[in-house]
């Protein structure tokens, strides 16, 4: 396990080092996007932007991602990280999009390039599709380290929702997408190819190692009851107040849950349509002879699909 150093003794370097953090609810996907920024330097990261797409026109559009340019032009921020923590399955990633319009460098967790693999298969790509990675400037394993501004951040390796999810810590600030979810609606699912409940667990107590008044964001946000949208806890709410993990406080107990809930559930809508984008860093399929993009839909490839 990585050790996370101590803050500061001082509040006010405290204060200096821990991020301005801004969050955009994505309602269409229920996703949650952020502006990471040092207030000392202006300098920022985006973590996890979303490309807007309608499945049912196949229609692409960029107002998520344009929000985001938004609050960083009105800021005056400068962004130098485009960040994801994992290729999402349920939305398509503006990551290319956003290095286009900002130059800055994109980065996802090293372990994207087994995902690639797994899913360049499925999809049938072309020989020429690179599973290396090089679609992104960086690579991430566990304990790397890199620099916002002058906001230091780490990453944790975080596998159990997909096999290459990454945590993002900055200060006293964590972004755990696909990991916890609000402590109202538990956690994430694991059946995905190369999903693991009992990596999950195992990545869920690392988190919940960390100091208990980390901060804590998370990629979705379901609304359960009908409550307004939500997207930051603490480590000690989680603990105290998940759902999942008072249900299940075992490991034992959490892979039994987990994969027994897993059972029940249907494939994200856009599951099939999103990875082919998400795995080449958010780069749309390139134009063929007639000028047109097309997604790939591979039939009867995701077992155990519920109809219902």
Request: hydrophobic letters at 40%; charged letters at 25%.
């Amino acid at each position: 396990m990585t050790s996370i150093e101590a803050p500061p003794h001082s509040a006010a370097e405290r204060q200096a080092l821990e991020p301005h953090v801004a969050a955009f609810f994505e309602r269409r996907t229920c996703s949650i996007q952020y502006i990471v920024a040092d207030t000392a330097t202006g300098e920022c990261a985006v973590i996890d932007p979303v490309l807007d797409y309608d499945e049912k026109s196949g229609s692409i559009a960029t107002h998520s991602a344009d929000q985001l340019l938004q609050h960083i032009s009105e800021q005056k921020l400068t962004p130098t990280w485009i960040l994801d923590t994992h290729p999402h399955a349920d939305h398509l990633s503006a990551a290319d999009y956003l290095k286009r319009k900002t130059g800055a460098r994109t980065g996802i967790g090293a372990k994207v390039v087994d995902v690639q693999k797994l899913w360049k298969d499925l999809y049938n790509l072309p020989d020429h599709f690179p599973t290396d990675g090089s679609q992104w400037d960086r690579l991430f394993a566990d304990g790397d380290r890199f620099r916002i501004g002058a906001l230091e951040a780490e990453v944790l390796f975080s596998p159990g929702h997909t096999l290459a999810s990454i945590t993002y810590v900055v200060g006293g600030a964590a972004f755990v997408h696909d990991t916890l979810l609000m402590p109202d609606y538990g956690t994430a699912r694991c059946d995905f190819p190369g999903g693991s409940a009992g990596q999950l667990w195992r990545t869920i107590q690392r988190i919940l190692s960390l100091p208990d008044d980390t901060r804590l964001f998370v990629g979705h946000d379901y609304m359960p009851g009908g409550r307004a949208p939500a997207w930051e806890s603490t480590v000690g709410d989680q603990r105290s107040r998940n759902v999942h993990l008072l249900q299940a406080p075992s490991e034992e107990r959490f892979v039994e849950f987990r994969q027994a809930r897993d059972a029940t559930l249907p494939m994200p809508k856009l599951i099939l349509h999103a990875l082919q984008v998400n795995i080449a860093a958010g780069r749309l399929p390139e134009p063929e002879g007639n000028g047109q993009r097309y997604l790939k839909i591979p039939l009867d490839a995701l077992p155990g699909v519920r109809w219902d």
